[in-house]
């Protein structure tokens, strides 16, 4: 199975809630990142941790990581309609330039 | 900001062609990615590049091969093409040293019929 595992797969909001979407892990990692894909384009970088930090914020980004449970999280706060998008967690692994993708959480905002 | 760009957005091709997808990146990146993404499945590893001329497996390498004769360009070839390499081909670029962050062109669609 994929080393980053998201939950939910898919998730719909109304605008101006807050979305929360998790990524799971199974080694040990270098970082952990955020990427946002839009409908049908390639993937944009939203955010990266460092496994010695367990919070980063970007704007109305927070990210968390708990390396003990190997989990992260990514919460969008006051969300808007251009939040639609799909978001995939990628770890970073030691001594390797690979990246490993999870198959991502589906976020719908609605108007 | 980084730019990378993919030769074609949607190709449609018949089973046994080639098949050659372009990428080019404006940021002097020694290192580039080829993914296929499949729904389901998330990003899968095709190839990846350190440097011109050189080249690294990843997870799924059967069926594909590819080359870096340019720093600013990686091409991803499919030598006969088969229904089953119908996807949404990715590339990226990263400035060398550890899995810090990619940059992603807007992928190109593949039908092959």
């Known amino acids: 199975s994929q080393q980053g595992e998201e939950d939910p797969q898919a998730l719909s909001i109304q605008e101006g809630e807050n979305a929360t979407m998790n990524c799971s892990y199974k080694?040990?990692?270098?970082?952990l990142q955020w990427y946002r894909q839009n409908s049908g384009r390639g993937l944009v970088h939203l955010i990266l941790?460092?496994?010695?930090?367990r919070e980063k914020h970007s704007g109305r980004l927070r990210v968390t990581l708990d390396t003990s449970k190997k989990s992260s999280s990514l919460l969008i706060t006051a969300s808007r309609a251009a939040d639609t998008a799909s978001y995939f967690c990628?770890?970073?692994?030691?001594?390797?330039?690979?990246?490993?993708f999870g198959t991502g959480t589906r976020l719908q905002v609605f108007p | 900001d980084v730019k990378v760009t993919q030769s074609s957005r949607y190709l449609v091709k018949r089973t046994g062609e080639k098949v050659f997808l372009e990428c080019v990146q404006d940021?002097?990146?020694?290192?580039m990615f080829w993914y296929r993404q499949d729904p389901g499945l998330g990003l899968r590893l095709i190839y990846f590049?350190?440097?011109?001329?050189?080249?690294e497996k990843g997870d799924i390498p059967e069926g594909y091969s590819v080359s870096r004769e340019k720093k600013e360009r990686f091409s991803l070839i499919l030598e006969s093409t088969s229904t089953n390499q119908t996807s949404m081909y990715l590339c990226?670029?990263?400035?060398?040293?550890?899995?810090?962050?990619?940059?992603f062109g807007p992928g190109t669609r593949l039908l092959v019929l």
């Open positions: 990226a670029s990263r400035l060398a040293g550890g899995s810090e962050t990619q940059y």
């Open positions: 080694t040990s990692i270098n970082n």
């Open positions: 941790i460092r496994s010695n930090e």
């Open positions: 990628a770890t970073g692994l030691y001594n390797t330039d690979k990246l490993i």
């Open positions: 940021m002097d990146h020694e290192n």
């Open positions: 590049s350190y440097d011109v001329k050189m080249k």
